[in-house]
């Protein structure tokens, strides 16, 4: 589908009469602290169109390469020492930072998803080396990659321009696969009111009462699956890492969304959202304090689910819906009011567990991969990226947009249309996480496979390196894909997240140097630590370009 970049701009003049004024729900989603005005003036927003931004060409070098009036420094890296206990994780993901006082902003906590291990880094084990890696594995190098995906929570500050950790704050601490977490649910999940650990954690969000949320995908690679045949009869499919053979927690504790409590670091698995491949969860409070919960399931052919809760502030009582995307209709998953359900499953439990199949079931339409979801704080849509499906032909993806009928949150019914699909002609490629800046410019991350890029037998060659995008609203560049960063070599750039005071982009560079055979020879050296092995890493990306994207200070002098 062409993006009609006229409809846009179009679409952006009811907000050039005077002032732009921000809806009160700007404030449940996203970056809830934020601690911008949500008034412009007519001279701000006169100056504000005249802002262009440097679209920065495709490049494969090994960088994080950034557009100009941008610079960044890291953070946080793999293996960096968070408390005398206590070191930051692998493959961190997505990112989230609460400040303890809303007057600062440059004091908080961050929450980081590490989302799975490469053994070859992680634990010395090289699966190139055997012809049946599994039976070569061995305890202690399980336990080293348990440890290293979850999550962390680290106080964070900002001195001199510079985001630093706070280490061995009290506040610092690892959630990790061995730690024991609450399955928030009235009924035993396989025997057990208790998971041990979570991983496979790749987006995710923030609780209107301000808890972390993470989202466990691809479960199915560390303790396997249970798959059931037309007959209902089960099977239970091996894992690619072969954790199983040393701990047998069963598949079923994996695959949910999970809550954290920042300050004790006590979570829970929510069952209520349901069971699949959980790229993120992005909540939205009503004005009756009641919590809706949309969530993709990251697989080919899967399906997008809303949950609707029925009691205030609740994840747990209410109502789980797929999407009809073709009629626009919310379809129900209650086991109780759907004939269909009660003639395979036993249990309104079984039907959470299983929820895949129990959305076919109910005729939910199939879609390529649907990953990140945000919402326009402008116009109150939902927007959904498909990665891609290359099973289906569509290597490119697209965006999807959801307009609920008369802007109800909790309608069962909606409007479904593709906001602009990826390839050449826009300049993007299979779009991942979405994010929404404080004046409604939308953020795009690219996940094009290490694998495919940069080669002359794959469609992404003309897109080289993953990168960062951003559609701004308002501007010379209103209604382009601007290109602003572009990620080392084999990594992607994953969880952007802008402080408080919008002055910062958190953004992880994941995987780099994931294509290495040989740790003597990495593919990518980024982030150049002395020791040159790759490393993921959390960065902070300011600028002055940053900051007026952000609205957040005078605008002269754009170039």
């Known amino acids: 589908m062409q993006y009609d970049r006229r409809k846009f701009i179009s679409f952006l003049g009811k907000a050039t009469l005077g002032m732009i004024v921000l809806p009160p729900f700007f404030s449940k989603f996203g970056n809830p602290l934020c601690a911008m005005t949500n008034e412009l003036s007519r001279d701000q927003f006169r100056r504000l169109k005249r802002l262009a931004i440097k679209n920065l060409k495709a490049t494969a070098e090994d960088d994080l390469v950034l557009t100009k009036h941008l610079d960044y420094h890291v953070v946080l890296r793999w293996g960096d020492k968070i408390s005398d206990e206590d070191k930051f994780g692998f493959n961190n993901d997505f990112t989230c930072f609460v400040p303890f006082d809303r007057s600062n902003p440059k004091d908080g906590l961050l929450w980081v998803n590490h989302e799975y291990v490469n053994p070859l880094f992680v634990s010395g084990f090289n699966f190139r080396e055997h012809t049946e890696p599994l039976a070569h594995r061995t305890r202690s190098q399980v336990d080293q ?72 995908e691809n479960y199915q690679d560390v303790f396997g699956e249970t798959v059931y045949d037309q007959d209902n009869i089960a099977t239970k499919v091996p894992s690619a890492y072969g954790w199983e053979r040393f701990y047998n927690y069963p598949p079923e504790h994996y695959g949910w969304v999970v809550e954290i409590d920042p300050k004790t670091g006590v979570a829970q698995k929510h069952v209520a959202l ?234 992880s560079v994941q995987h780099p140097g994931e294509q290495t055979a040989d740790l003597s020879a990495p593919t990518s050296r980024w982030p150049f630590d002395k020791d040159g092995v790759p490393k993921p890493s959390v960065v902070a990306i300011k600028g002055d370009l940053i900051e007026k994207m952000n609205l957040l200070r005078s605008l002269e002098g754009e170039d």
């Open 145 to 216: 990659e348990m440890y290293n995906v979850g999550g962390s929570i680290v106080r964070i500050r900002e001195e001199n321009g510079q985001w630093k950790m706070v280490k061995n704050d009290p506040h610092n601490r690892r959630i990790t696969a061995k730690t024991p977490m609450k399955l928030n649910w009235n009924h035993p999940i396989m025997g057990a009111n208790i998971a041990i650990g979570t991983h496979s954690n790749c987006s995710g969000g923030i609780t209107p009462w301000n808890t972390f949320i993470t989202c466990e």
């Open 274 to 507: 349901g069971r699949f491949s959980h790229e993120c969860c992005t909540l939205f409070e009503l004005e009756d304090k009641r919590i809706i919960a949309y969530s993709g399931d990251d697989k080919n052919s899967e399906h997008l689910y809303k949950f609707i809760s029925s009691k205030p502030g609740s994840l747990k009582e209410g109502t789980l819906y797929v999407a009809d995307t073709v009629n626009g209709k919310w379809l129900s998953l209650d086991w109780e009011k759907q004939s269909i359900l009660k003639s395979r499953f036993k249990n309104q439990t079984e039907v959470l567990i299983r929820v895949r199949e129990a959305a076919k079931l109910l005729g939910a339409t199939e879609l390529n991969r649907p990953e990140d979801i945000e919402i326009d704080p402008v116009s109150g849509d939902v927007f959904i990226s498909l990665t891609n499906n290359k099973l289906k032909g569509d290597y490119h993806g697209s965006i999807l947009k959801i307009q609920e009928t008369n802007g109800r949150m909790d309608s069962l019914d909606f409007k479904a249309s593709t906001y602009m699909a990826g390839g050449d002609e826009n300049g993007f490629s299979c779009p991942d996480n979405l994010a929404f800046d404080f004046s409604g410019n939308l953020w795009i991350t690219s996940d094009m496979t290490g694998s495919a890029m940069n080669r002359e037998d794959q469609p992404y060659m003309p897109f080289k390196n993953n990168s960062l995008f951003v559609i701004p609203r308002y501007g010379k560049n209103a209604g382009e894909v601007v290109r602003v960063a572009s990620a080392p070599r084999d990594a992607e750039l994953t969880g952007p997240w802008f402080s408080p005071d919008g002055k910062t982009l958190f953004l």
